[in-house]
T-cell receptor
């Protein structure tokens, strides 16, 4: 079993839709959870950073962590064509520990 | 503008050759990292360095080598011993008081063995 699992997609949604991206993990020691956005042939950029459980909101993006279920989510409201990218989840036991990345979910937002 | 510069963007290598990927940052970050990205897999850590003249192996260091002679620079050499080097290589950095959880990434180098 992989430490971090993520549906690769592709996920295709119409502009304005609410998008839900998810990851599951197996190591209950993970406490730091990140979401990266990666455009084609570019490096990843950090979108959201969450410690422990709960929700964090930043503009149209909401990150949610459910440690009891070992499940994290990224919600994108009012999705835009510019949101079309691959979204990587990542997690770590401490802020200085090795980061484990999911394989990414490819998202296309159709105008 | 501060950032991480990786060069070249595309690199082609013949089998049996060593190649060096460049990574330079002007963010004054202490820690630097090299990751490899393959389709359908998460990023995997090759090497990392937390300070000049010191570096540590990551999960997939075999067939790779690095140096850290300057704070700004962390070049990666892909040697002929690396059995399957075709991949997208990403360099990242983070400041002293932040770990790899808050790393900034470069734009990557796509290496293809021909």
């Amino acid at each position: 079993q992989k430490e971090v699992e993520q549906d690769p997609g592709p996920l295709s949604v119409p502009e304005g839709a609410i998008v839900s991206l998810n990851c599951t993990y197996s190591n209950s020691a993970f406490q730091y959870f990140m979401w990266y956005r990666q455009y084609s042939r570019k490096g990843p950029e950090l979108l959201m950073y969450t410690y422990s459980s709960g929700n964090k909101e930043d503009g149209r993006f909401t990150a949610q962590v459910d440690k009891s279920s070992k499940y994290i989510s990224l919600f994108i409201r009012d999705s835009q064509p510019s949101d079309s990218a691959t979204y990587l989840c990542a997690m770590s036991k401490t802020s200085y520990d090795k980061v484990i990345f999911g394989p990414g979910t490819s998202l296309s937002v159709i105008p | 503008d501060g950032g991480i510069t990786q060069s070249p963007k595309y690199l082609f290598r013949k089998e049996g050759q060593n190649v060096t990927l460049s990574c330079e940052q002007n963010l004054n970050h202490d820690a630097m990292y090299w990751y490899r990205q393959d389709p359908g897999q998460g990023l995997r850590l090759i090497y990392y360095s937390q300070i000049v003249n010191d570096f540590q192996k990551g999960d997939i260091a075999e067939g790779y080598s690095v140096s850290r002679e300057k704070k700004e620079s962390f070049p990666l050499t892909v040697t002929s011993a690396q059995k399957n080097p075709t991949a997208f290589y990403l360099c990242a950095s983070s400041p002293r008081d932040r770990g790899p959880t808050e790393a900034f990434f470069g734009q990557g180098t796509r290496l293809t063995v021909v």
